[in-house]
């Protein structure tokens, strides 16, 4: 069974660009949720998708967002890149909404704003 | 809000050897659950341990076990007859059962294993 699949694995983007990342779950997973990863703030939760819904969002401005697709694959977008939005992003997917469910994780997308 | 605090940055250990690695939460939470990941140079976080709140019964799994104090906050990882391979950075981690689902990490220990 295929793992928690991001893409790209890295990213150069230029200061008021934006950006979309793609997370694909493990087969028949169909929560999926976003962290992202920097030496200063360490690991902070982004959002949580379900059954396409969004089911929780953390501290982050507006030009964080992202989707899910009916096929459990999301995406998650940021607009306007700013030079602290250089980071790991980490997508995680569990088989249910539960909070027994074991969250499985991807190797991240490395993005770097200049 | 649930904190997570993980007061050793680095920690080494021997091949071999144990190391416990340390790790404290607040929560006014009664049911929750908590995990240790660990995240290898190859940054895919992978889940070595998970405890439920409601279970008295310290989790093990191979070489890891936790020590688990509901009443003092506190979950430490034990690992045991430690391998190169365990060399990597150590994630503690809090998950609410309530409707803030999202994992709560704590900000890691490094961990080196010497030959």
């Known amino acids: 069974k295929a793992g928690v699949t991001q893409t790209p694995r890295y990213l150069i983007k230029t200061r008021g660009q934006q950006v979309t990342l793609s997370c694909s779950p493990i087969?028949?997973?169909?929560?999926v949720s976003w962290y992202q990863q920097t030496p200063g703030q360490g690991l902070q939760f982004l959002f949580e998708y379900f059954s396409e819904t969004q089911r929780n969002k953390g501290n982050f401005p507006g030009r964080f967002s992202g989707r899910q697709f009916s096929n459990s694959r999301s995406e998650m977008n940021v607009s306007t890149l700013e030079l602290g939005d250089s980071a790991l992003y980490l997508c995680?997917?569990?088989?249910?909404?539960?909070?027994?469910?074991?969250?499985?994780f991807g190797q991240g997308t490395r993005l770097t704003v200049v | 809000a649930q904190t997570v605090t993980q007061s050793q940055p680095e920690m080494s250990v021997q091949e071999a050897e144990t190391v416990t690695l340390s790790c404290t939460y607040d929560?006014?939470?009664?049911?929750?659950?908590l995990f240790w990941y660990k995240q290898p140079p190859s940054r895919q976080m992978i889940l070595v341990i998970r405890?439920?709140?409601?279970?008295?019964q310290n989790a093990t799994e191979n070489r890891f076990s936790v020590n688990f104090q509901k009443a003092a906050k506190s979950f430490s990882l034990k690992i045991s007859d430690s391998q190169l391979g365990d060399a990597a950075m150590y994630f503690c981690?809090?998950?609410?059962?309530?409707?803030?689902?999202?994992?709560?990490f704590g900000s890691g220990t490094q961990l080196t294993v010497l030959p």
């Open positions: 087969s028949g997973h169909r929560s």
């Open positions: 981690a809090y998950r609410s059962e309530g409707r803030a689902r999202q994992l709560t």
């Open positions: 405890q439920e709140a409601y279970k008295q």
């Open positions: 929560t006014s939470e009664s049911d929750y659950y």
């Open positions: 995680a997917s569990s088989f249910s909404d539960r909070s027994s469910a074991e969250a499985f």
